[in-house]
Each structure stands twice: as C-alpha cells, then as structure tokens.
C-alpha cells in the first residue's frame, strides 16, 4: 500500500472484513478445529488478519507524513506496538497460558529487528549504493537505551534473588515498568524535541518534495486506523488458536508463538524499512527498525507487567543461556555496525549470519 494519492480500497475493506469475520465467528462461536474446513477458515483468518496489520500501517504511514519527521516514525512504532501488546495478552492470558510469551516475543522482536531487518536493509543498501550514510549519534542513543532496557528485562530476572527463577518479584516488577517507561519517556523526548536533528539525515531524495496526501484521506485515516487496531486486538484470540494446533502439529519449540507474533507485527514495518533502504534512506529504516525494538521492551513489557499483576499470572522474563549469549553478540555487533557512520554490504552479511544462527536454534537447540 502506498500513502500517496487516494486511499487503497484493501486500506478500509480488511477492517471492515475484519469486524464482520469476529461478528460472525463469536456468533457461531467458532472454535478451530484440524479439519480440512478448520484450516480453509484459519487460512481466511490469517490473510485478513495480514490484510488488517498492512491497513492499519497504511493509515500510521498517512499520519506520519502529515505530521514529518521523526513523528511519522513514532506514529507508526506506536500503531504497530499497540497490535504487539494486544497479541501477546491474548495469547498469553488465553486458556493455555504462556508466562514466557512475552519474554519470547520480545527476544524474537530484537534479534528479527537487530539482526534480520538491519541486516537486510544494509545488505541491500550497499548493493544499490556501496555505501550509506546515517546519523552516529542517533544510533548511539537507540542503543544505548536498547542495551540497558534489554538487559534489566530479559538478563537481570535470572539474577535476582528475591524470587526463584527467571522471573521478577511484585516489587522489583514494579520498578522495572517505572524504570523502563521512564527511560523510553526520555528518550522521545530526545527524539521528538530537543535533539530531532540526530535522527533525520538530509539525502538526495530531500530535493523532490514529498507528495501529500490530500486532507480527505488524512480524515478517514484517522479514525480507519483506530478501527484497523481495534479489529486486530479482536482477532488475535482466534488467532491465538490457530497458533496453538499449528504449533501442535509440526511439533514446534514454546517459543514458537513468540516468534509467530514478532514476524507478524514487524512485517509490515519491515516491508517499509527495507523500501527505505532501496530509496537511498537508511537513516528511515534505521529510524523504523531501531524504534520498533524500542518501543517494543519500553512498552511491551510494562503493559504486560502491570496485566500479569492485576490478573495475577506469572510472568517469564529471564533468557536461557544460550539466547543470552546471542543477544550479547547482537550487542556487540551493533556497537561496531552502527559506529562508523557508514555500511557496506558486508556489515548487513554478518548480521543476517547471526539472524540465521537464532532461527536455527530456535528450532534445533
């Protein structure tokens, strides 16, 4: 989907498809089943479930432009975080619940994110352009503050004491929310105010003027794109099934659900980040990729925190040893990546290496 000129007709009937599909499944209280009908139906909810997430960008994408840089990135990481936390507790506080869901699906979302869409949109870069340029202090303050949330969230719970396992007390929970909220806070603060300047580079496409997309679809995109959220947080207990007996059926790791949810919520920013890349623009699609793994942890994990606290349900955070060992390595591969100022197609290699190594241990641990 494209933001310019008229709105796509696919940006408002997936909604629309969206709300009829729950109407009538809660009608029939629909339950899935691993029948021929029941995929023929899991696969119809799948596609408008896709179709919805593209929309729902779709119109982030018409506000952000109205609103410029790095506002329009925000708008977008916000819309696209909004549909991450709906999944992750549907899923998680479903029937069969999934204490680690969120630990998963947060851990899947930086190494897809830091690994796999960094990777490709440098990989692609270079092929285009050899090399690329980006704004150094704007990825030193993306990572600096993934670094640190990254390591009280998903490290630190297997270090504590004052609870067995990987997982936090009710106290130390509490602080990590305050914590991390606050820090993510700042952080906006420094993107969207006093230091705008460290996260927009002016490239050769600055010349041509951006097209506008015209009032009358900036005003249906509005109110589409809380109608597109809210039929994707409908459709995620249904979706949730699906997961379930797929996962059932091909004998999959726990984690599989997490990695399901994070591929599903990033595809659409990815498609975009990686359009960037081609267009010369890697500072967007860093832009994109690094605030999604932000916004991620900065808001994912509280959400869920104060939900698991209220319902009273155990929350997972902890990795295991070996996850601890790859998001180290994504740590320290990015500190030299995003050093320079400048990519090559090597860089964007090495990454996807690492990425590669996470889906295929994931799968044979």
Same mark, same amino acid.
């Given at each position: ?7 796509? /007709? ?16 809660? #009608? %029939? ?8 009908? #029941? ?44 549909? @991450?936390?709906?999944? &992750?507790? =549907?899923?998680?506080?479903? +029937? *069969? ?14 190494? &897809? !994110?830091?690994?796999?869409? %960094? ?22 303050? $993306? ?15 297997? $270090? ?23 820090? $993510? ?10 230091? /705008?300047? $460290? ?8 010349? @041509?003027?951006?097209? *506008?997309?015209? /009032? ?27 997961? +379930? ?23 659409? @920013? #990815? ?24 916004? =991620? ?6 959400? !869920? ?6 319902? +009273? ?11 601890? %060992? ?10 030299? =990546? ?23 241990? @994931?799968?044979?641990?």
């Amino acid at each position: 989907m494209s933001a310019h000129g008229p709105m796509p /007709r696919t940006a408002w009937i997936f909604p629309a498809l969206a709300l009829a599909l729950f109407a009538a499944a809660t #009608g %029939v209280g629909w339950v899935f089943s691993p029948s021929l009908s #029941g995929w023929l139906l899991a696969a119809i909810l799948l596609a408008i479930l896709f179709g919805t997430v593209f929309a729902a960008v779709h119109h982030a994408e018409v506000i952000a432009e109205e609103v410029g840089e790095p506002f329009g990135t925000l708008v977008l990481t916000l819309a696209v975080t909004i549909i @991450e936390v709906a999944l &992750i507790a =549907t899923i998680m506080l479903g +029937d *069969k619940p999934q204490p680690a869901l969120a630990r998963d699906t947060v851990f899947a979302v930086v190494m &897809i !994110v830091c690994n796999g869409l %960094v990777g490709l949109c440098i990989f692609i870069g270079g092929l285009h352009y050899r090399e690329q340029d980006f704004q150094v202090s704007g990825a030193n303050l $993306y990572l600096s503050v993934l670094f640190v949330l990254a390591t009280i969230t998903l490290i630190m719970p297997n $270090y504590t004491l004052s609870a067995p396992g990987p997982v936090y007390s009710a106290t130390q929970l509490g602080f990590v929310d305050i914590v991390t909220l606050a820090l $993510y806070g700042v952080f906006l603060y420094i993107q969207t105010m006093r230091h /705008r300047d $460290y996260f927009v580079v002016e490239s050769a496409n600055d010349a @041509e003027a951006p097209k *506008k997309s015209s /009032r009358v679809v900036l005003a249906l995109s509005i109110p589409l794109l809380l109608v597109s959220l809210l039929a994707v947080v409908l459709l995620s207990k249904k979706f949730s099934l699906v997961i +379930d007996a797929t996962a059932a059926m091909i004998g999959a790791p726990p984690a599989f659900a997490g990695l399901v949810v994070a591929l599903l919520i990033l595809m659409p @920013e #990815g498609v975009a980040a990686v359009s960037a890349a081609r267009n010369n623009d890697l500072q967007k699609s860093i832009n994109l990729a690094l605030g999604s793994s932000l916004a =991620t942890i900065g808001l994912t994990i509280p959400a !869920v925190g104060i939900a698991t606290y209220l319902l +009273d349900k155990e929350l997972v955070l902890g990795l295991s040893a070996q996850s601890t %060992v790859l998001l180290l390595l994504t740590f320290l591969l990015s500190m030299l =990546t995003f050093g320079t100022g400048r990519t090559n197609i090597l860089f964007g290699l090495v990454h996807l290496v690492v990425f590669a190594v996470f889906l295929f241990l @994931e799968f044979v641990p």
